[in-house]
Every structure is written in C-alpha cells, then in structure tokens.
C-alpha cells in the first residue's frame, strides 16, 4: 500500500521509536496523527510538521475512541495506517528480596502495552472497515510492537515479556479476522534501540549491553525501526507474523 496521501495513527509518538515513525511516515507524505499521554511532547514533535497531537490514555477505552474521532474529523478521513508504539518496561522480580509481590505493576503493564495495543488495534480496525478499498484490495495495515523480550525475557522482565509475548500471539488470528475487510496486521520486534529509556543508562552499561549484540555492534537507530514499518505497509504479502529487528542479538538472563 502506498503512503502519501493517507492518514496514518502513531500511538507512542511523542518519543523515541514512536517519533521516528511519525517523522518518516511524514517525509513519505502521510497525513499523521499522534496519541500520546505526553501532549507537551506529542505538541513538539507536531510542531516539526503538519502532524496532530491528541492526548490519549490507550489504556482507556472511551479515551482511545474520541482520540480516533478527533484525528478523522481533523484529517476529513479515515486511518489507513496505524503503528502502535506507546508501552512501558518496568523491571521488577515477581517476589521482591523483602518478599513483596509486583502484581500491581504487573496488571498495569498489561493494561498499556496489551490492552492499550488491543483498544487502538479494534477501533482503528473498524474505521477502516469503513472505508473503500484500494487497488490493491487492501483498506488498511495495522503494525503492533512486541519485543525480543517475548522470546528472551530477562530477570525482571515477566510483566513486560508477558505483555509483548501477547501482543507477538495476537498479530496471527488479528490477521485471519480481518483478511476479509483487507486488513494487514503484523509486528515488529525491536531489540535495543536508543530510546529515551537506554538514553539514561551510564556509558559503562550500555557498552556491557552492546558487546552482546553481533551486527551491527551498536544499539539500534529508532529510524531503522521506523524504516521497517513503511517497509511493511509497502509490501502487500506481509502478513500475521513477527519480525525482529536485533541485529541477531538475544538478551542473556540478566
């Protein structure tokens, strides 16, 4: 599916992966709204073009569909392309050294990074039901992020490799519904990027991070994430799988 012209919902746009989506998204001449819990954020990346920030709490249902209404009502149209970005990586053990349980952190990782996922996935989805069909018999693709952490969590990362594990099992049947209406759905699985998250970690850290990953040996550059996601929506024969994006680096058990 080609990009210019259609309308395209980042969710997590404010920053890091989610902001090189919106930019690169952009430069291919897409008519982009940002959802995002920071709108002093979302407003500044906007600012760098014609892009619309709308503050939304993907968590919450009645949050998410007023954010869609607002971005169709301001763009005269419904979305073709939605890359879901916005998440969070808390790192807890399940039982704590004083024997104190993260369930509480647990449910809202869930809540953000699967739930959240799912609300903009189902609602998007069903906008672009709406909509006609393109040459290509496709009304829109619908790219959600995982993580290698669904396949290599560490020690700490139950919560998040939960969540990114279920975001990774739903690409699949998502895809078989919605291949009827012309819908793609797929994932992307980053690994480790620079993100404000990685950003804040000290440089003896970051280079213990670096020597396990084999090429390239450098943390990964939010556009590259950004470059595969256009890549996906141009390539009509992806569809109902993962990808990582890892430079072949699996994350050791601490």
């Known amino acids: 599916m080609q990009i210019s012209g259609h309308m395209a919902i980042v969710t997590g746009g404010a920053s890091g992966l989610g902001a090189a989506t919106v930019r690169h998204m952009v430069e291919k001449g897409a008519k982009v709204a940002i ?8 407003a500044s990346v906007a600012a760098e073009s014609d892009v619309f920030p709308v503050k939304t709490d993907v968590s919450d249902e009645g949050s998410v569909e007023a954010a869609l209404t607002a971005a169709m009502n301001h763009f005269g149209q419904g979305p073709r392309m939605v890359v879901n ?21 647990f449910e809202r990782t869930i ?11 189902s609602h998007a989805a069903r906008a672009m039901m709406a909509l006609e069909s393109l040459e290509t018999a496709e009304r829109g693709v619908i790219i959600n992020t995982a993580s ?20 990774a099992a739903m690409a699949l049947p998502i895809a078989r519904e919605f291949a009827r209406a012309g819908i ?22 970051t280079a213990k991070i670096t ?8 943390l ?5 994430y950004a470059l595969l996601a256009a890549q996906i929506i ?19 058990p601490r």
């Open 35 to 42: 959802f995002d819990s920071d709108i002093g954020r979302a």
């Open 211 to 218: 020597d396990n990953i084999p090429f390239p040996a450098r």
């Open 148 to 167: 290698v952490a669904y396949q290599d969590g560490q020690l700490g990362q139950a919560a998040y490799a939960a969540s990114k594990g279920a975001v």
């Open 111 to 121: 809540r953000i990074n699967l739930l959240g996922t799912y609300l903009v996935t």
């Open 85 to 105: 970005c916005a998440g969070i990586a808390p790192a807890a053990r399940v039982i704590d050294r004083e024997g104190r349980l993260a369930s509480t952190l």
């Open 234 to 252: 141009e390539n009509p024969y992806l569809n109902g799988t993962t990808i990582r994006l890892d430079a072949a680096m699996r994350l050791p």
């Open 184 to 205: 793609r759905v797929m994932n992307i699985a980053p690994g480790l990027f620079h993100t404000p998250m990685m950003e804040g970690l000290p440089e003896d850290v």
């Open 220 to 224: 990964g550059d939010p556009r590259e």
